[in-house]
């Protein structure tokens, strides 16, 4: 029988569609990890074929360091063998701070009366978007709290806007949103304002966990979240973002039940999660957290390559709630995309460098512990000889699911993804870069040009880097 996502109403207060506590932790107790079984899972993974409920469980309760390294090393494989090694760059650009809930967590809740709340006008949007198109941005993230205010319109209206902001050769090409889940009415609003993604993240999956950090407003109904990205599909919106917030509750239970949402969407709408993004949880303030769950960096370098092998297929977004070290390992292990320059006290973008540089908490959601500029983050990226992206193509073209693409149609990545990264890259350095950054960039695209040889003419590549050279922008494939 098909799901039906409107039946759950904000009052279904204990309803739990799809995720079975019992059966997960069921899995999470009985279930062996013996070398064996990791290494058949890691095959199947390498196979392209994702992980079930109970493949997932052997890999999250695979405790021998020898095994571990295993699982790391079949993670760093699978992203080299199927993406390759682009890297695409976002930034989140906070919209408004009012906020009717009161997650424990963050430090918009309701009752954190030290928190300055603030929402753009259009005119300081309008400013913000060009502070970020003059850093080189092309993809945004549009962030929001909860509140009567932020409608499905005016969620739309500022899309329209933040689309409609030029200055010089700068422009976004993709926002995508997290923001309340909705009903499919506003859902079907926000998506023709022409979005890229929708993202929810369900926080913790287990209900009483839930029930203990969200203590008011609409999100404490733990039904009406989990069945959103349902509403979000109903609506149109293909390209849904999953996500838990790491640090709430056990880990190895968020990470079979994302599994669990992944495979539910497959199977209601025949298409997974885009993305998935494992926040884990940060300093805030006033907040109130459990120690009992912290996740550690082992923990979490773990749980990202657990994931990249169990959803081979999807996005895996990390951003700048990590410190420097911890991105550069997980980034080999499967992650797609991270932020680059990112600054969320709201209206930080277009304020004077010099002015303010230290993080008022007062002022943010929570900590973020890597505050380097688009460009560093870029030239770091260069010295590893990873290939910065900006590319929007597919979501231009109407190609959505274009992970999905990339990951199962053979050569998709070198046609199409390997060369737009190289044209985003290139009109980067020519708008945006510093001298360093182009000598390391060109180098970076001629190797890349190089490897695509054996595959495919890359003429049409070259042609196309000089049409840039000569002042033509927004060139694809
Ligand atoms: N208000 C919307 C909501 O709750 O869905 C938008 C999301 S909020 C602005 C973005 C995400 O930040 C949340 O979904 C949560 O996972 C994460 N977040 C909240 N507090 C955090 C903290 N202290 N550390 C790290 N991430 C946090
Ligand atoms: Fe509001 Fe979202 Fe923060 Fe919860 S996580 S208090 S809903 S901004």
């Keep these: 029988m ?37 290494r058949r899972v890691i095959a199947k993974s390498l196979g392209k074929e994702r992980l079930n409920m109970a493949e997932t469980a052997i890999l999250v309760n695979a405790d021998d360091p020898v095994l571990i390294e295993e699982i790391k090393q079949g993670a760093r494989t699978l992203k080299e063998k199927v993406y390759g090694n682009r890297i695409v760059l976002f930034a989140p650009l906070y919209i408004g701070n009012k906020c009717v809930n009161n997650c424990e967590y963050c430090g918009f809740k309701s009752s954190n009366k030290d928190a300055i709340r603030k929402t753009l006008t259009d005119e300081e949007i309008i400013k913000e978007v060009e502070a970020l198109e003059d850093n080189g941005q092309k993809r945004l993230i549009l962030v929001y709290g909860e509140h009567p205010h932020y409608t499905p319109e005016y969620i739309a209206h500022t899309v329209d806007l933040v689309y409609g902001v ?28 022409g979005i890229g993604t929708y993202q929810v993240f369900q926080e913790t999956y287990h209900p009483e966990a839930y029930k203990k950090y969200h203590l008011g407003g609409h999100k404490k109904h733990y039904g009406n ?14 390209d849904v973002g999953i996500g838990a917030l790491f640090g709430l509750h056990d880990w190895k239970f968020e990470v079979l039940s994302m599994v669990r949402h992944t495979n539910h969407l497959e199977a209601c709408y025949n298409v997974g999660p885009h993305t998935i993004s494992f926040p884990r949880l940060q300093d805030a303030s006033m907040i109130n957290k459990d120690d009992k769950y912290i996740v550690t960096d082992e923990e979490f370098t773990r749980l990202v390559a657990i994931l990249r092998l169990a959803v081979p297929y999807t996005g895996m977004i990390l951003t700048a709630r990590e410190n420097e070290k911890i991105r550069k390992e997980v980034l080999r292990y499967g992650v797609s995309q991270i932020d680059g320059g990112t600054k969320i006290e709201l209206g930080n973008y277009s304020e004077d460098e010099t002015q303010n540089d ?21 030239d770091e990226l260069l010295d590893d000889n990873f290939l910065p992206s900006f590319c929007t193509a597919c979501y231009r073209l109407g190609r959505t699911g274009e992970h999905f693409m990339e990951f199962s149609v053979p050569g998709f990545i070198k046609r199409y993804c390997s060369a737009n990264a190289i044209l985003t890259l290139a ?51």
Excluded: C, H
Excluded at 171 to 192: M, Q, S
Excluded at 358 to 378: G, P, Y
């Design 2 to 38: 098909k799901f039906k996502p409107e039946k759950y109403k904000l009052e279904d207060v204990s309803m739990q569609p799809f995720i079975d506590v019992d059966e997960i932790e069921g899995l999470l107790s009985t279930t062996k990890s013996t070398a064996e079984e990791v």
């Design 166 to 193: 030029k200055k010089g050769n700068g422009e976004i090409r993709r926002v995508n949103i997290n923001a309340a889940p909705l009903d499919i009415e506003g859902f079907k609003t926000v998506k023709d304002s």
């Design 225 to 238: 979240r989990l069945t959103s990205l349902d509403r979000a599909m109903e609506a149109g919106i293909d």
């Design 358 to 378: 230290e993080q008022d908490l007062n002022r943010e959601q929570f900590k973020i512990n890597d505050d380097r500029s688009l460009a560093e983050v870029i």
């Design 427 to 477: 009109e980067y350095i020519e708008d945006y870069g510093k001298e360093s950054t182009a000598i390391k960039g060109w180098k970076v695209i001629e190797k890349q040009i190089e490897e695509l040889k054996e595959f495919q003419k890359v003429d049409e590549i070259k042609d196309r880097i000089e049409r840039i050279k000569k002042g033509e922008r927004d060139l694809y494939f």
